[in-house]
């Protein structure tokens, strides 16, 4: 299954890369990717 997902006020591209880092390792998720500019 894929999931999209908007966030509000992500600040920087630092910031993104940790959010992505963090959901890789929850349990049951295969590959989360986080695009900066588009806040998805």
Same mark, same amino acid.
């Given at each position: 299954?894929?999931? #999209?997902?908007?966030?509000?006020? @992500?600040?920087?591209?630092?910031?993104?890369?940790?959010?992505?880092?963090?959901?890789? %390792?929850? &349990? &049951?998720?295969? %590959?989360?990717?986080?695009?900066? @500019? #588009?806040? %998805?």
């Amino acid at each position: 299954m894929k999931k #999209s997902m908007k966030l509000m006020d @992500l600040d920087c591209a630092y910031c993104a890369s940790k959010i992505e880092e963090a959901v890789n %390792k929850v &349990g &049951g998720v295969a %590959k989360a990717e986080m695009n900066f @500019l #588009s806040q %998805k």
